[in-house]
């Protein structure tokens, strides 16, 4: 499953976030959920940055969160926050 922030998707934000959500869903209800690989590309260096759950664990505790959110919009900040903090420069 791959799951981008909005500006990396083809549609609109309605469209995305029926993907997105959907995608996260089927993640949380595999019987074994697989790893969870964060990627983060700068802007402008377009350096590529790479976190896994292996390396920590507390990715897979936000995926869920990130469902909770009621917009489009929270639902991508939320996604991108988590690249932005969590992934980036790593």
């Not at 083809?10 to 019987?31: L, S």
């Not at 990627?39 to 995926?63: C, K, M, Y």
């Not at 489009?72 to 939320?78: E, F, I, K, T, V």
């Amino acid at each position: 499953r791959l799951v981008t922030p909005w500006s990396l998707y083809c549609c609109g934000p309605d469209q995305w976030n029926d993907y997105a959500r959907r995608h996260i869903q089927a993640w949380m209800d595999a019987p074994n959920r697989p790893p969870v690989v964060a990627l983060h590309f700068a802007p402008v260096t377009g350096e590529v940055s790479r976190l896994t759950d292996a390396e920590n664990p507390e990715l897979r505790t936000l995926l869920p969160i990130f469902l909770q959110t009621d917009t489009p919009q929270a639902l991508d900040a939320a996604m991108v926050n988590l690249l932005e903090r969590m992934v980036a420069g790593k």
